[in-house]
């Protein structure tokens, strides 16, 4: 079994009752001490003001824990190569070209159609950061956080350089939520950097670990960018750990933290 | 950043594509041959924007399985018509049967995936609760992933699978994730290519953005206005060692602009960090290259940039072209559509002309191939260029 090899260097979080690592990680370690309310995005002070304005929530979201984790890494953003992943994309966005699509004159706002690229994510942040490294856009549909973390994970042992993993999910307005029933906005972000403490492996013969906290499961189970939790919360606890991240069916991702 | 050290050449098995040239190598390769644009001047389902388009014919006739009728809908339908085409199925068939299908991986470029089925469905919405038909299957057709789970699937493989969407660069960029994969010995072999199909999506959010041409389009032209639509599958097979490989991935250089959404970087400076990037991975120097497969969109600014990057990278005597006048802008499966170029122009020894070139603008300077060039030729390029400010360039070889 082939595995890759790396480092945690800078996590950010935001998703339903976790604002950030710092104030997370106790309740992912304590989950009865966690409160699920609505995710609040706040405004991503990254962007310049015009494309703050452009911008829909999976940009600002993205944005939001790309930052928490570059700061908490203690790296230059403009250095790092960039992974990001999503499973829908802009949502909000789509629902309203598919509207003016619908409708009889067929008006598209050229600022819609522009924002509707999966990767506008990595390309406001990469305008935001003046960065001309490489970034790359996955979606996988449930699995898309373990697509996004196997590639960062595989730039990073290519490159040996650090790479920023962004991985983030905003649910679908009606009709189309009624299609894709995501639960709530949740975004992670991981800095990977160089080293061994983390070891990555495509692994097709177990299922994907579950969180013990019925809130959490319901949390990660209902949001792809959430199937991140049970990593995050091997993570906060900070001792050795095996976590299952789904994948395909029948070929997940096994993480060992040592 | 670690300089980009050389990489061992990845082996390409088996290579195909469906385009508005026909189904297959051989029908692209005699329209390549010939100069005969793929384009008319038509109308899509219900869109009417006065354009050129690059239509694939036969989608809609071919039987569809039954297991997999969920996954029915345009994009996945030309996925089927290209693995049916030259044997494509069959040798990853055989590469299953000599890794393992789980050692296997699928990575697929698209923009817009079968959105066209969720724009259908949003004209037939229910009067009273606003809902969605109950026929639309969002997950198997709509959702940006579907094209690599449908493939996934119809093959039988069990291996890491995932879309790269970045626009108009993401099938290129497919052959870089494949390659880090295989090298860091996770997987032994790999599906790559992108598949794109007109949606109203792509055809009134260019028209908005005032990027297509109501005429042909002509990249490098001096009146160039835009560019021309197409849809396409295409698709390669790479595995760590072959026999009797069809030809080698030298290299995948990949870069940001950091500039602007929608407009390349003026003086195209991601697009050259992406092409050293990919001459860097081969370990060649720039004249060891004999042909560049553009991404020569024929948009006025498109153009303009990437003829800068080629010449600060390349000099004006490298011998190019764009072969976007022949299939029209294929989007998310451009990437894909043109390294199959690359690989039957290495395979035939020959370099396309660009279509439609009337006088070339003076202000480029790129040396656009007029005729085609018949000579053997033993590295190709091809550049990838995307919204967001995303760049890919790949290097190929051919099997001496």
Redesign the interface.
Known sequence: M?S?HFEILGIGLLGPGLTDWASAAPLLREPDQWRSVPTVVPPPQRLPATERRRAGPVVKASIVVADQAVAAAGLDA??L?TVFAS???EPTN?HA???A??APD?????T?????????P???W??A?????????????D??FG?GL??AA??C?????PVLLVVCDVPYP???H???PLSDVFGVALVLGPGSGVSL??W?ETAATSCAHAGFEAVRSSIPAARALPLLQALANGVPAVVHIE??P??GLRVELK | ??PITPITPLAITQHTLVSALGHGRDATFAALLAGRTGLAPRHFETAAIDSWLGVVEGGEDIAWRDDLAAYDGRNNRLAELALRCDGFAAAVQQAARRWGG?RIGVFLGT?TSS?LQ??VA??H?DPV????PDS?H??ETH????V??YV?AALGL??????????CSSSA?VYA?AQ??I?????DAAVVGGVDSLC??TL???????LTSADICRPWDAQRGGLSIGEAAAFALLERDAAEPMGWLLGAG?????????SPHPEG??AV?AMR?ALAQAGLQPQQVDYLNLHGTGTPGNDAAEDRAVGAVFGTTLPCSSTKGYTGHTLGAAGGVEASIALLALQHGLAPAGLNLRMQDPALHSHILREPLRQPLKVVASNSF?????NACLVFGAVQ
């Open positions: 082939n890759i403009a250095e190569a499973s829908s994309g789509c070209l598919c509207e699509l619908a067929r008006m598209v706002s050229p819609r159609f522009t924002n509707s690229v999966h990767n506008a990595g390309g406001y990469h305008i950061v003046q960065s001309r490294q490489p970034s790359t856009s996955l979606a996988a549909y699995a898309s697509a196997l590639e595989a730039l042992a290519t490159r040996q350089a009606a009709p189309l009624a299609k894709r492996a495509l097709g994948g395909m029948g070929m | 950043m670690n789980h923009s959105i969720t724009e949003y004209r919405r609760t606003g809902a969605l639309l969002y997950g959702d940006t992933a579907s690599a789970r996934r069990q291996g890491p699978a995932c879309v790269v969407s970045t626009a960029k994730s880090r994969l090298a860091l010995g996770l997987i109203m999506t009134y959010g260019f028209k908005a953005l005032e990949e870069s940001s602009d950091g500039h602007h959404m929608s400076a991601g960090l990037a995307g919204f967001g400010g995303s």
